[in-house]
Nanobody, 116 residues
Framework: QVQLVESGGGLVQAGGSLRLSCVAS????????MGWYRQAPGNQRESIAH???????SYADSVKGRFTISRDNARNMLYLQMNNLKPEDAAVYYC??????????WGQGTQVTVSS
């Protein structure tokens, strides 16, 4: 079992920045890839950023160039730096991990609100 807890969400004006954090605990040795998803009201949960165990990153087109995902394996942390936020970025953001046995775990989510 892997437990994930996100933090760092909040209210920000359009054009502003936020940094989300996610701390992992439990069977952290089993973690392979990590990522961030988001879900806005009425929308499906979408993948926005992914980072492999070796540090390879990928992004959804909607956030490319504005968001940066990073991980600190020594501290069991995952981060999402979000710059130049837009109203359409408002959503609940979820941290997720995929273990080497292909099990996926989710955090409880953190709300990001962007005012125009």
């Amino acid at each position: 079992q892997v437990q994930l807890v996100e933090s760092g969400g909040g209210l920000v004006q359009a054009g502003g920045s936020l940094r989300l954090s996610c701390v992992a605990s439990g069977s952290i040795f089993s973690i392979d890839a990590m990522g961030w998803y988001r879900q806005a009201p009425g929308n499906q949960r979408e993948s926005i950023a992914h980072i492999s165990n070796s540090g390879t990153t990928s992004y959804a087109d909607s956030v490319k160039g504005r968001f940066t995902i990073s991980r600190d394996n020594a501290r069991n942390m995952l981060y999402l730096q979000m710059n130049n936020l837009k109203p359409e970025d408002a959503a609940v953001y979820y941290c997720t991990v995929l273990t080497r046995s292909s099990k996926r775990y989710w955090g409880q989510g953190t709300q990001v609100t962007v005012s125009s």
